[in-house]
């Protein structure tokens, strides 16, 4: 066998052309082959066809057609977000730009743990996540004094990691004694990076209306000793809601509390004219978690830890001889290691910067409104008809509702059964007491027939003979 071709260096593009021809028409032949958002049968049926499709995994000799093989199978098995009908997660359809400049990275394939790995996309790193983070820290909160350091952002795979940091860098500020105080509505991931960096037991707030209770934390700060990071959300993963930004933030300046908000859904508002101000008090954070893997349309990683105080980031310093010798440094080489807490990283700032700059703010805003307006418009249909019930109004992009006069575990055997048959994707969210099917509109292709058609799938669903 000869030497396989190289995606970069002057033979790339005549290697990749071919290859990428094979695999956009796997792609369309897996999504015919699938024929909806979700592959038919269920777990048994779906890993039956993927186990005949891969065969030997690692045979004696290569398979050529191995690409095409498996991205078809990989396709005709996927839950596919650019389906109008696959609306469960905050789990986006990628643009087709964000795509097409994460081949560049994988091409170029630099790595964001030195300079001499990654000279321009270093720089490129570092004037997006700067516009990003002045961005959110545009409000009156932030200090206007010209002498302090402007806020800066890094660069995450997502909300977990983002939120995993921000508790690290408020640990370093504030010693190991420091305690997380988060609403019964926050993001799993913010009590398990308090297990994860040895804090004491988190405290939780009741949410009792699905936003943290002002009320109980103001409570809580009056009550527990010692160091305390409350962590609030913009954007709940179950009902899309924001906490009380500026109550939250007054409460934690007269407390001396760090504040932390998980904006990894919510973020995205701040693309939008005429839904930015939801974010009010969201620049009062000490760091945000942002992930444009949601209302970014990114494919997945894309988060971002932004940080009001960049001093907070000599947490993360860390020497390396091979990656960043001092005297590299006084040369004048960009350390880069404490960027993240990892070593070897992908450029996925190429995505995000393509994206920003083609789209603009308008164009992004626009997405974002999109989305919102069809969340409000499959909302109304839901409250007029007469077989299902609305949780509320959506405050961003997602609708709870269920069957009318049901019980919880009908709503989950409706849910089961879409999955299924591979007809529609719902989630599923337990609020007041009582478990919702869940629709996180992400998809900014979804048109109002699309709406109709999965209220006309679930309605046919709960009709239907177990
Ligand atoms: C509010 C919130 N925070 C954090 C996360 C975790 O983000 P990721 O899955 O990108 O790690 C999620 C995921 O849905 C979320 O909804």
Not at 88 to 112: E, F, G, Q
Not at 243 to 267: K, V
Not at 278 to 294: F, R, V
Not at 397 to 423: C, E, I, M, N, Y
Request: glycine fraction near 8%; charged fraction near 20%.
């Amino acid at each position: 066998m000869s030497t396989p071709s190289l995606a970069s260096g002057p033979e790339g593009p005549r290697a990749l052309r071919p290859l990428l021809d094979t695999v956009l028409q796997a792609l369309d032949e897996g999504a015919h082959a699938r024929g909806g958002p979700l592959p038919t049968g269920g777990p048994a049926a779906v890993a039956a066809r993927v186990r005949v499709a891969v065969g030997d995994v690692l045979p004696h000799n290569g398979d050529p057609d191995a690409l095409r093989t498996l991205v078809h199978a990989l396709a005709e098995g996927a839950a596919d977000p650019a389906d109008p009908l696959c609306a469960a997660h905050l789990h986006c359809p990628p643009l087709a730009v964000a795509t097409a400049a994460d081949l560049a990275a994988s091409v170029l394939n630099p790595s964001l743990d030195s300079w001499d790995q990654a000279p321009a996309a270093s720089e490129l790193e570092t004037l997006v996540t700067r516009a990003l983070a002045a961005a959110v820290y545009a409000g009156d909160a932030t200090p206007a004094d010209p002498h302090s350091a402007p806020p800066d952002a890094l660069i995450t795979t997502g909300g977990t990691e983002a939120n995993q940091l921000a508790l690290l860098l408020a640990r370093e500020t504030h010693g190991a004694g420091l305690r997380l105080i988060h609403g019964a509505n926050a993001h799993h991931s913010l009590p398990r990076a308090a297990w994860l960096l040895g804090l004491p037991d988190p405290v939780t707030v009741p949410a009792p209306t699905g936003t943290l209770d002002p009320a109980a934390l103001d409570e809580a700060l009056t009550t527990l000793p010692g160091p305390v990071v409350v962590a609030a959300t913009a954007g709940t993963t179950d009902a899309g809601l924001i906490d009380p930004l500026p109550e939250i933030a007054a409460l934690c300046t007269a407390h001396h509390a760090r504040l932390h908000i998980d904006a990894a859904y919510g973020g995205g508002l701040h693309f939008s004219d005429r839904r930015r101000a939801q974010l009010t008090g969201l620049d009062h954070a000490h760091t945000i978690t942002l992930d444009l893997h949601k209302l970014g349309w990114q494919p997945v990683p894309a988060g971002l830890l932004a940080v009001r105080d960049p001093h907070d980031l000599c947490a993360l310093n860390q020497h390396a001889d091979y990656l960043n010798a001092d005297d590299d440094t006084e040369a004048g080489l960009p350390d880069l290691l404490g960027r993240s807490l990892r070593t070897t990283r992908r450029p996925d700032i190429l995505k995000i910067a393509v994206t920003l700059k083609t789209l603009g703010r308008t164009g992004l805003g626009a997405l974002v409104d999109q989305v919102c307006d069809r969340a409000q418009e499959f909302a109304a249909l839901v409250r007029d008809h007469p077989g299902f019930e609305l949780h509320d109004r959506p405050t961003i992009s997602t609708v709870l509702f269920r069957p009318a006069h049901t019980t919880d575990d009908a709503v989950a055997a409706v849910r089961r059964k879409l999955l299924h048959q591979g007809r529609a994707v719902l989630g599923r969210a337990r609020l007041d007491g009582r478990l919702w099917l869940k629709a996180t509109l992400l998809n900014p292709a979804t048109r109002p027939d699309d709406l109709a058609t999965l209220l006309a799938l679930v309605e046919k669903a709960v009709d239907e003979p177990a």
